[in-house]
């Protein structure tokens, strides 16, 4: 599976981006999706993940009730909705997957697969 990540970019506090992740290969339906995030001189850190089927979905603490995660398998991609932004949320965004024989969530990095390339989402005060 390879990822492509897009949608980041710059944007004033309390306003929105979508970031979207794009999947080649034939796994995407049978993969769960995460998003985590990597702020400069701080650990990655998890944001949101969703089962294969899209029934389920789990927020970070951080994000929760701002950030949706969800996910087109027609179309192969996943997407993070993020509204009310805040300064803190400035990181480069990650998009991994991880095939499952269930439909599971995955909330640890270290038991994804693939990951995207990344990419910046900056919130200016």
């Known amino acids: 599976v390879q990822l492509q990540a897009f949608g980041g970019g710059l944007v004033q506090a309390g306003g929105s981006l979508r970031l979207s992740c794009a999947a080649s290969?034939?796994?995407?339906?049978?993969?769960?999706m995460g998003w985590f995030r990597q702020a400069p001189g701080k650990e990655r850190e998890f944001v949101a993940t969703?089962?294969?089927?899209?029934?389920?979905?789990i927020y970070g603490d951080s994000v929760k009730g701002r950030f949706t995660i969800s996910r087109d398998n027609a179309k192969n991609t996943v997407y993070l909705q993020m509204n009310s932004l805040k300064p803190e949320d400035t990181a480069v965004y990650y998009c991994?997957?991880?095939?499952?024989?269930?439909?599971?969530?995955?909330?640890?990095?270290?038991?994804?697969?693939?990951w995207g390339q990344g990419t910046l989402v900056t919130v200016s005060q």
């Open positions: 991994a997957a991880v095939k499952v024989a269930f439909d599971i969530v995955k909330v640890v990095a270290s038991l994804y697969d693939y």
């Open positions: 290969g034939r796994t995407f339906s049978d993969s769960a």
């Open positions: 969703i089962t294969r089927s899209g029934s389920t979905t």
